[in-house]
T-cell receptor, first 116, second 114 residues
Framework: DTGVSQDPRHKITKRGQNVTFRCDPI?????LYWYRQTLGQGPEFLTY????????KSRLLSDRFSAERPKGSFSTLEIQRTEQGDSAMYLC??????????????FGSGTQLSVL | DQQVKQNSPSLSVQEGRISILNCDYT??????FLWYKKYPAEGPTFLIS?????DKNEDGRFTVFLNKSAKHLSLHIVPSQPGDSAVYFC?????????????FGKGTHLIIQP
């Protein structure tokens, strides 16, 4: 296990469809984050989990978005009834809490979503 | 309201010279700062960090300086190499991290000219 893995790398969908992304964090990391990045912007925080508990949600996470981490390992991010404004790179990151490095997030390569 | 600002969208530096990337922040609760590097079609990669109790941290060619009174930090890369060409993001966290994750700036695209 060499890093954070995200699947798929690219997703093209039509407006109104549902999409789901998967993230596999670094195995010993108990924190998992979802970020969104649009062109010309830095990554924006969406939500994070510590183990299986979702501890924080951004106001950016509308009710069409839901994230899960059922067993405290991999996570899924689902977007229902996609809109063109959802087109972005969705990044997953993980870290290990309780250490001096807990703010040091390791990112995956992201899922690029295009909503037509 | 942007809490972390990188006011230079791009910066061009000659190979071998020093690259200086700047970052300003407004939230006085931020106590930990990081720089990430991002190549196209890849996720950000951690580069270097600094705690608010320090004013300087070095790692090889990379040095980060923190001026808390000015709410300003900078990343120095010396000497600059072609492989340093990338987008650099400044990020900050408050209250030990976790809540709200990291707050990122918009990034500076560094171009190293041969």
């Amino acid at each position: 296990d060499t890093g954070v893995s995200q699947d798929p790398r690219h997703k093209i969908t039509k407006r109104g469809q549902n999409v789901t992304f998967r993230c596999d964090p670094i195995s010993e990391h108990n924190r998992l984050y979802w970020y969104r990045q649009t062109l010309g912007q830095g990554p924006e925080f969406l939500t994070y989990f510590q183990n299986e508990a979702q501890l924080e949600k951004s106001r950016l996470l509308s009710d069409r978005f839901s994230a899960e981490r059922p067993k405290g390992s991999f996570s899924t991010l689902e977007i229902q009834r996609t809109e063109q404004g959802d087109s972005a790179m969705y990044l997953c990151a993980s870290s290990l809490s309780g250490t001096a490095l807990q703010e040091k997030l390791f990112f995956g390569s992201g899922t690029q979503l295009s909503v037509l | 309201d942007q809490q972390v600002k990188q006011n230079s969208p791009s910066l061009s530096v000659q190979e071998g010279r020093i690259s200086i990337l700047n970052c300003d922040y407004t939230n006085s609760m931020f106590d930990y700062f990081l720089w990430y590097k991002k190549y196209p079609a890849e996720g950000p990669t951690f580069l270097i960090s600094i705690s608010s109790i320090k004013d300087k941290n070095e790692d090889g060619r990379f040095t980060v300086f923190l001026n808390k009174s000015a709410k300003h930090l900078s990343l120095h890369i010396v000497p600059s190499q072609p492989g340093d060409s990338a987008v650099y993001f400044c990020a900050a966290s408050a209250l030990g991290g976790g809540a709200d994750g990291l707050t990122f700036g918009k990034g500076t695209h560094l171009i190293i000219q041969p």
